[in-house]
Structures are given as structure tokens and as C-alpha cells.
């Protein structure tokens, strides 16, 4: 690859370049929504007054997704910034594979297939059911069962994780009543028998990610592959009953079910049969995927592993190559921002706490797990609690090392993320979200003093929106819907919102000013933090929010 060269005007700051990335703090558009704005955050105000400040997008078409209409997410959105391009995500990838039919021209494919159909015995899907477009969506499942009866499977069993999250948060049933007829109609000549064999909610079980719950895909693996767990009749009838034992609980949260025809689970996993895991994302599928793939497993003692063939839908980790079968390729990443400058010899440092750990270092580098020769990486363990009981999260613990990390000057780029905008954000409770902004709004403050002292420059900035749009809205009147006590409905999913892209630059050494980018997006901070560095940026990444020099 070329090498980065020198800005001849403008040689970098004396400090580090920080990249701070507030996890889900966009930039609102209905004040009694945004609770962004309904948190103190003196700094980020102070900041969006005297500080560079812009907005760019971090959804839809800007972050590679197939139309604007999709909400961004931490994955999608780190790879642009990450890699200063927008490259086809995996959303769009799975819906070209499916249209022009190559996904079931493909070999994985057609050995799913013709393992079935030789053992005569079952194909499983496992994964998200909903249309939010983040991890998966429900019409690829459709496509799928339907190609799969066209090729004489006779028996298919689906496995619906419930989602709540990057959809409404008690929307299941919609879902619910959509897919059920949607079997009732691929049932009714009675050729085949595909049904709902268990599930649960996606923050209950299988989904964990970052190693941080293997409890999760611990009840995730009994209740899928061994068929143990609360048995129903149908998948109704279990969110019914949840939802009437546990009243105001999240779809998200949801426990697990397994369906029963005779007083027996309908659909366990077996020997011979065939594994489809549905997300297209990698994150929360790379534990379930080793589950089914390791020789050896020390997580969790999950029995005897049956002979099964596996496929994920893409492929969920390039370096360690897993899953080893996978239907669709995933956008092929290279020369991100990290490779260059470490070819130039710049020292990096990423931190987040473990939640978001994998987003500024696997996502960020283009989604391989291998760091490059000048990379130190530090993780600081997330709590293993509900995320509105501790909304602070690690934001001071981050900030502790990120500090120490300024004050070394071992360092020219600093890259972190703060989860808690996000992780708090989903689980829609409002204080709890006031709270978590307020957080990291603490923490820029310690940061921009950090950066001060040492005469650097820090970018501040979201990989999408959640926090600034907590509530359930009216789409006719713009008025926030109200539940039976008339109080709002929270909103759990990500928001189609802008989020700030802010330069702080106390020393003024760059005497940076911000350039005319036509719809800016996310994907301009690799150029803009390369050009803050003293660097020409590559001349096709998506060109520097800021002009320096």
C-alpha cells in the first residue's frame, strides 16, 4: 500500500490526536426526546460554542447501508470511521446475495441443503427476528425457507431470537402474527413441516458478545440445541404468558421458551441435521458460532456437540476465519486508518470498556481482530449487570487510562468509546439515560484538560444516535405517544439522527478551519484525524471534515 506523506504546512500537534467516540449520542430533533439535551452537559455545550463543531451522518446510505431509512449502528458505523470509506454492509451484501440468487448458487448452500435432504432430517435457523436491519432481518429468514422448500427440504426449524431493541421494544407479537402466516401459507400443502422451535429474548440468551455473559449462549445452547427449558405450544403463548407474569418487561428481556408438540420439544438439534446462524453482524454471533464449531469448550459445558453442519450467515471474524462456512462474504476492509499510520511508525492506543471493546479495535480495523506493530489495546471489564442499575458504566475508568495514556506521550493517536449512550440508551429507562450522558459528558470535560495540558487535539464525536431520541413518537402529529398511564413509550432502537463531529484544538497549533464536505458523513474522521496527525490523507478516503496548516 502507499505510505501517508507529510503535510508540508502543518507537522501535528506536540500531544496526541484523541478520537473520542460517544457511543450513541446523536444530535436530537424533538426536545422531550432527547435526552442528550435534557442531560447537564456542560462541556459538550461549551464545546458545540467554541470548539469546531459540525454535524455528519452516521445512518443509511453514509455508513453503506442500502437506503436511508436504515437507523446506523456501532458495527457499520466504526468501520467507517475506522477505514475513511463507505464500503456495501452486510444488510445490503445479504439482500444483493438473495435478489440475484447467488446465495443459493453457492456450495455452503447447496451443502446445507443436500446434508438434509441425504439424512432426511432437519435445517435450523437461529438468529434476530425482526425487520430492524442491524443484526439481520426477518424477510432473509423468509427467503431462505422458502428456497429451502423449493429445494425438498422437508423439515425446517426456526429458533427466533427476539429483538425489541433496534425495533420497537414490545413489538414481538407484530412479528409474531406477520411470520405466522407467513408459515401457515409455505405449510398448507402439507409437503413440509417448518415451525418455531424455540427462542427468547436477545439479551436473555445466545446473542452475548465480547466475552462478557457466556451464561447467555449457555441458555441459549439448552434451550436451541438440547430443547430444554419452559415448555409451549406456540411462540404466542410464551411472549403472552412472560409478559403477563413479568408485567412492563422488555422483548429484549424475555426468557427462554421451547415449543412442544405432544409434550416434547419439536425441534432440538440432532445429528445430521443443518445449522443456518441468520445474522449477518458479527459481534454478538462469534460465541453461539464457536459453541457449535470448537473441538473444545471451556465457557460452558455444553455436552456432547452434535454432528451438525454449521454456516453463519457471513463470515464473522477475516483473521480467525469463522465460521468456517458461511453463505454470504463480508465487505472486504483494507487499508484502514490504523495500518497507515502504523506503517508510518505513529503509536496508537484503543480502549473501551467490554462492551464496546471489539467496536475500536475489530470493527475499527476493518473487522479482522489482529492488531497492527504499533497498536497497544487495553480492555476494561465491563460490570455484568443491567445497564440501568450501573450508568456510569466504566466511563471513569476509561477516562483513568486514557489520562495516563495523554500524560506517557507514548502515544500520537488515541482512539476510545464510550458505551454508555448506547447500552443504556436501549434499555429505555429515561433516568438511567440522563445519568449515562451526564457521564461522558464528566469524562470530555477530564479529557479536554488532559489534552490542554498536553497540547494536542481531541475529535469528539458518535457513531450513531440513541440517546438523543428515547421516545416513542406520533408519526402524524410529531406528539410523543403516551402508554395507559400516560407516560411515554421509550423508544429502544437506534435514531436516524446526525451526530457532532467536534475539533478541539486549545493550543490552536493546526489552525484548522472546517472545509466544504457535500453530506458529510462519519467516514470523513479517518481523513480529518490523518490530516490532524500532520499526514496527507489517502487520496480516496472520504475527504477531511477540517482543512489544517
Same mark, same amino acid.
Given at each position: 500500500?502507499?505510505? !501517508?506523506?507529510?503535510?508540508?504546512?502543518?507537522?501535528?500537534?506536540?500531544?496526541?490526536?484523541?478520537?473520542?467516540?460517544?457511543?450513541?449520542?446523536?444530535?436530537?430533533?424533538?426536545?422531550?426526546?432527547?435526552?442528550?439535551?435534557?442531560?447537564?452537559?456542560?462541556?459538550?455545550?461549551?464545546?458545540?460554542?467554541?470548539?469546531?463543531?459540525?454535524?455528519?451522518?452516521?445512518?443509511?446510505?453514509?455508513?453503506? !447501508?442500502?437506503?436511508?431509512?436504515?437507523?446506523?449502528?456501532?458495527?457499520?458505523?466504526?468501520?467507517?470511521?475506522?477505514?475513511?470509506?463507505?464500503?456495501?454492509?452486510?444488510?445490503?451484501?445479504?439482500?444483493?446475495?438473495?435478489?440475484?440468487?447467488?446465495?443459493?448458487?453457492?456450495?455452503?448452500?447447496?451443502?446445507?441443503?443436500?446434508?438434509?435432504?441425504?439424512?432426511?432430517?432437519?435445517?435450523?435457523?437461529?438468529?434476530?427476528?425482526?425487520?430492524?436491519?442491524?443484526?439481520?432481518?426477518?424477510?432473509?429468514?423468509?427467503?431462505?425457507?422458502?428456497?429451502?422448500?423449493?429445494?425438498?427440504?422437508?423439515?425446517?426449524?426456526?429458533?427466533?431470537?427476539?429483538?425489541?431493541?433496534?425495533?420497537?421494544?414490545?413489538?414481538?407479537?407484530?412479528?409474531?402474527?406477520?411470520?405466522?402466516?407467513? !408459515?401457515?401459507?409455505?405449510?398448507?400443502?402439507?409437503?413440509?413441516?417448518?415451525?418455531?422451535?424455540?427462542?427468547?429474548?436477545?439479551?436473555?440468551?445466545?446473542?452475548?458478545?465480547?466475552?462478557?455473559?457466556?451464561?447467555?449462549?449457555?441458555?441459549?445452547?439448552?434451550?436451541?440445541?438440547?430443547?430444554?427449558?419452559?415448555?409451549?405450544?406456540?411462540?404466542?403463548?410464551?411472549?403472552?404468558?412472560?409478559?403477563?407474569?413479568?408485567?412492563?418487561?422488555?422483548?429484549?428481556?424475555?426468557?427462554?421458551?421451547?415449543?412442544?408438540?405432544?409434550?416434547?420439544?419439536?425441534?432440538?438439534?440432532?445429528?445430521?441435521?443443518?445449522?443456518?446462524?441468520?445474522?449477518?453482524?458479527?459481534?454478538?454471533?462469534?460465541?453461539?458460532?464457536?459453541?457449535?464449531?470448537?473441538?473444545?469448550?471451556?465457557?460452558?459445558?455444553?455436552?456432547?456437540?452434535?454432528?451438525?453442519?454449521?454456516?453463519?450467515?457471513?463470515?464473522?471474524?477475516?483473521?480467525?476465519?469463522?465460521?468456517?462456512?458461511?453463505?454470504?462474504?463480508?465487505?472486504?476492509?483494507?487499508?484502514?486508518?490504523?495500518?497507515?499510520?502504523?506503517?508510518?511508525?505513529?503509536?496508537?492506543?484503543?480502549?473501551?470498556?467490554?462492551?464496546?471493546?471489539?467496536?475500536?479495535?475489530?470493527?475499527?480495523?476493518?473487522?479482522?481482530?489482529?492488531?497492527?506493530?504499533?497498536?497497544?489495546?487495553?480492555?476494561?471489564?465491563?460490570?455484568?449487570?443491567?445497564?440501568?442499575?450501573?450508568?456510569?458504566?466504566?466511563?471513569?475508568?476509561?477516562?483513568?487510562?486514557?489520562?495516563?495514556?495523554?500524560?506517557?506521550?507514548?502515544?500520537?493517536?488515541?482512539?476510545?468509546?464510550?458505551?454508555?449512550?448506547?447500552?443504556?440508551?436501549?434499555?429505555?429507562?429515561?433516568?438511567?439515560?440522563?445519568?449515562?450522558?451526564?457521564?461522558?459528558?464528566?469524562?470530555?470535560?477530564?479529557?479536554?484538560?488532559?489534552?490542554?495540558?498536553?497540547?494536542?487535539?481531541?475529535?469528539?464525536?458518535?457513531?450513531?444516535?440513541?440517546?438523543?431520541?428515547?421516545?416513542? !413518537?406520533?408519526?402524524?402529529?410529531?406528539?410523543?405517544?403516551?402508554?395507559?398511564?400516560?407516560?411515554?413509550?421509550?423508544?429502544?432502537?437506534?435514531?436516524?439522527?446526525?451526530?457532532?463531529?467536534?475539533?478541539?484544538?486549545?493550543?490552536?497549533?493546526?489552525?484548522?478551519?472546517?472545509?466544504?464536505?457535500?453530506?458529510?458523513?462519519?467516514?470523513?474522521?479517518?481523513?480529518?484525524?490523518?490530516?490532524?496527525?500532520?499526514?496527507?490523507?489517502?487520496?480516496?478516503?472520504?475527504?477531511?471534515?477540517?482543512?489544517?496548516?
Amino acid at each position: 500500500m502507499e505510505e !501517508l506523506q507529510k503535510n508540508g504546512a502543518f507537522s501535528g500537534p506536540q500531544g496526541p490526536v484523541v478520537l473520542v467516540v460517544m457511543d450513541g449520542v446523536g444530535i436530537g430533533k424533538h426536545p422531550d426526546s432527547d435526552y442528550v439535551r435534557i442531560a447537564e452537559t456542560p462541556n459538550l455545550d461549551w464545546l458545540r460554542e467554541h470548539a469546531l463543531y459540525t454535524e455528519v451522518k452516521a445512518h443509511g446510505k453514509a455508513v453503506g !447501508l442500502p437506503d436511508d431509512s436504515d437507523m446506523g449502528n456501532s458495527e457499520v458505523g466504526h468501520n467507517a470511521i475506522g477505514c475513511g470509506r463507505v464500503f456495501a454492509q452486510g444488510a445490503a451484501l445479504v439482500n444483493d446475495a438473495i435478489s440475484s440468487g447467488s446465495m443459493f448458487e453457492d456450495e455452503i448452500w447447496k451443502e446445507l441443503v443436500a446434508n438434509v435432504n441425504t439424512n432426511q432430517s432437519s435445517l435450523h435457523f437461529i438468529g434476530l427476528f425482526s425487520d430492524g436491519n442491524v443484526h439481520s432481518h426477518v424477510r432473509h429468514l423468509e427467503a431462505m425457507l422458502s428456497r429451502t422448500k423449493a429445494e425438498g427440504v422437508k423439515k425446517a426449524r426456526i429458533h427466533p431470537l427476539i429483538d425489541g431493541r433496534d425495533v420497537p421494544p414490545t413489538s414481538a407479537l407484530s412479528y409474531v402474527e406477520s411470520f405466522g402466516k407467513f !408459515l401457515e401459507s409455505i405449510n398448507a400443502d402439507g409437503s413440509v413441516d417448518f415451525c418455531v422451535a424455540s427462542g427468547g429474548g436477545r439479551m436473555n440468551i445466545t446473542m452475548d458478545r465480547y466475552n462478557a455473559d457466556w451464561s447467555m449462549v449457555e441458555r441459549g445452547w439448552k434451550t436451541h440445541v438440547k430443547g430444554e427449558g419452559r415448555l409451549f405450544p406456540t411462540m404466542r403463548e410464551a411472549i403472552e404468558t412472560f409478559r403477563k407474569e413479568s408485567p412492563g418487561i422488555l422483548d429484549q428481556d424475555l426468557p427462554a421458551f421451547v415449543i412442544e408438540r405432544d409434550g416434547s420439544a419439536v425441534g432440538p438439534v440432532r445429528d445430521g441435521d443443518s445449522v443456518v446462524f441468520f445474522n449477518f453482524r458479527g459481534d454478538r454471533s462469534l460465541e453461539i458460532t464457536k459453541a457449535f464449531e470448537a473441538d473444545e469448550l471451556t465457557e460452558f459445558d455444553r455436552g456432547a456437540k452434535p454432528d451438525v453442519l454449521y454456516a453463519g450467515m457471513m463470515q464473522y471474524d477475516g483473521d480467525l476465519c469463522v465460521p468456517e462456512k458461511y453463505l454470504v462474504s463480508p465487505p472486504q476492509i483494507d487499508r484502514t486508518m490504523s495500518e497507515y499510520l502504523s506503517n508510518a511508525g505513529v503509536r496508537q492506543f484503543a480502549i473501551s470498556e467490554t462492551q464496546k471493546f471489539g467496536h475500536v479495535t475489530y470493527f475499527f480495523n476493518g473487522n479482522n481482530s489482529g492488531k497492527f506493530d504499533t497498536e497497544t489495546w487495553q480492555e476494561i471489564p465491563s460490570d455484568v449487570c443491567p445497564f440501568e442499575d450501573a450508568p456510569r458504566m466504566k466511563a471513569d475508568e476509561v477516562t483513568n487510562a486514557v489520562v495516563s495514556a495523554i500524560e506517557s506521550g507514548e502515544y500520537r493517536f488515541i482512539r476510545l468509546n464510550y458505551p454508555n449512550g448506547d447500552m443504556v440508551g436501549h434499555t429505555g429507562v429515561f433516568d438511567a439515560v440522563k445519568i449515562a450522558v451526564e457521564a461522558v459528558d464528566e469524562e470530555v470535560g477530564r479529557l479536554m484538560e488532559a489534552v490542554k495540558s498536553a497540547r494536542g487535539i481531541m475529535v469528539c464525536t458518535a457513531d450513531h444516535g440513541n440517546s438523543d431520541d428515547m421516545c416513542e !413518537l406520533n408519526k402524524k402529529t410529531g406528539e410523543l405517544k403516551l402508554d395507559d398511564e400516560g407516560k411515554p413509550m421509550p423508544k429502544t432502537a437506534h435514531s436516524l439522527n446526525p451526530v457532532p463531529a467536534i475539533i478541539y484544538d486549545p493550543s490552536g497549533v493546526a489552525n484548522a478551519r472546517l472545509a466544504q464536505v457535500q453530506e458529510a458523513g462519519i467516514a470523513s474522521l479517518a481523513a480529518t484525524c490523518i490530516a490532524l496527525l500532520g499526514y496527507q490523507p489517502p487520496e480516496d478516503y472520504t475527504p477531511s471534515l477540517v482543512e489544517v496548516g
